[in-house]
Every structure is written in structure tokens, then in C-alpha cells.
């Protein structure tokens, strides 16, 4: 009889009544500050998931699953709609150009392709001086053409990058500013009263 209570008190779990959880981790300096976070002005913020890694593991592992999907949600950002507008009436403005100066690239580029191919033995000598040439030229004119490109995509920049430097402008000034004047106005009406 005493065998049959050590053995009760003995028995161990046949099989899990949930699944099982294991988790491998090849390196743990996953969650040092130097990897797991940046500093800043403010202090510490996230560097990137691994702070939310860990936490996902130990909850999993302790059962408890009601936070993960939660912590693991991507972040995002939600644009400004007069901020997408400017985007779009710029992108439309400078999509032609663009598509033109791209056009004009392409060709002069085949061009330069062009020249090497329509080489024989007979006109070599005279299609390489004149060749050379002409491949300055259109070098020339692929550069002239990207930095035109380069300058209608920055002008269509431009304006987003304004509206920026002003709301900027705004949260950092203005709003400090409004609030002294709030705090004078009302200290004012409250010395006369």
C-alpha cells in the first residue's frame, strides 16, 4: 500500500495539456542597450523590435498570449492630406518634364550604342574621330539632361520641404509664443479683479 501512494505521489504528467513552447536564441546581446536602443535627447527610444522580442517570448513562454499580437503591430504613419495633395500636384507637374528628359536620355544613349555597332573595318579610322566627338557630345548632353532632371524633381521637393519648415516653424514659435500671451492676458485680468 505505501508503494502504491509513492507511486501516485510520484506519477508524473503523460502529455501537456497545451502545446509547448521553446525558444532559441543564437546570441542574447539581442537585447543590450547598445543594440536594443538608441539615446537621445529625450532618453532611450527603440532601435528596433528586439526589447519587443523579448517581451513576446516571455509571454508566450509563461502562456499568456493576449499582448502579442498587440506589441508585434506594425507601426505607421499617417500622412497629412494637404501634404499628400502637394505631393501629387508636384509629381503631376513634373511628370512630363520628367518623362521627357528621360525619353531624351534613352535615345542618346542608343545613340552612343548606336555608334560602336555601325563600326567596319573600312570607315574605322572615320567613324572613331567621328565617334569620339560625338560621344563628347552626347556625354555632354546625358549630364546637361540628368541635372535638369535632377533640378525639376528638387523644385517639386521644394514646396513639400517649405510647408515643412513653416508647421515646424509654427509648433516651435507660435505656439509658445500664443501661450505667453494667454498667460499675461490672464494674469492681468486676474490682478484687477
Known sequence: ?????????????????????????????????QFAYKRNLFGL????????????????????????????????????????????????RTQQKVSQINQSIRRFEAELNDLGKNANNENVALLRNEGINKKKDLAKKITELKRELREVKRKGREQIEILGKRLQYANTLLVPFLLIIFGIYFNRKRKKQ
Open 45 to 92: 527610444s527603440l532601435a528596433n523590435d528586439n526589447a519587443t522580442l523579448l517581451l513576446n517570448t516571455l509571454e508566450a513562454v509563461s502562456g499568456d498570449k493576449d499582448l502579442l499580437t498587440v506589441r508585434s503591430k506594425g507601426r505607421f504613419t499617417r500622412s497629412f492630406d494637404v501634404i499628400d495633395q502637394i505631393e501629387f500636384s508636384a509629381e503631376k
Open 1 to 33: 500500500q505505501d508503494e502504491k501512494e509513492i507511486k501516485q505521489q510520484i506519477s508524473s504528467l503523460g502529455e501537456s495539456q497545451s502545446d509547448g513552447v521553446v525558444v532559441v536564441f543564437s546570441d542574447v546581446d539581442f537585447i543590450h542597450d
